[in-house]
């Protein structure tokens, strides 16, 4: 089984980026990016209405990290701190050496290749540092946004479930990408 641990708190760098542990001085860029209609439209998850919410958002990603049960990244311009986005590592299962990546970014910045860039360093970091074996991403089908960046990732397309989680009075698919860590253990 894998051991895990997120401390002291692994920051990363890219060409652009740098991701970053979020704090609670990025409350407002969490509320902009989680109450976002259009950046929430693919995550069946309530909308943050209130500061406290995004408080309270922040504080379940510290504990997350804290008992090594996920990461989340804050996704920022190397020249700038403000958080443009998050990605990050969920349900990670040490048993079987796999996590599930995400990952969010507010609309202005997209486009410019910035989560492609920032997945390429969250998977690095997942197969070198946490030594996992696979990374899944869960996307809705209609995403295909992020579906491209996946497989500018070498995401392969594993599954399309169909209606295996209900949220708001309806069923939902969602689909499956991975990838595999081809370097031995």
Known sequence: MLSINFTPFPNLETERLYLRRVDKNDVESILELR????????????????????????????????SSEGINWAITYKNDPKLIGIIG?????????????????LPEHSGQGIITEAIKEAVKYGFEVM???????IIAPENHGSAKVLEKNNFIKEAHLKENEFYEGSFLDTVIYSRLNKVQH
Do not use: C, Q, W
């Open 35 to 66: 109450s976002n209609v259009e950046t929430m439209k693919y995550i069946p998850r309530p909308l943050l209405k209130t500061t406290e919410d995004a408080l309270e958002h922040i504080a379940m990603i510290d504990a997350k990290i804290e």
């Open 89 to 105: 590592h969920y349900r990670i299962k040490p048993e079987h050496f796999r996590a599930e990546i995400g990952y969010m970014l």
């Open 131 to 137: 030594k996992l074996h696979s990374i899944e991403a």
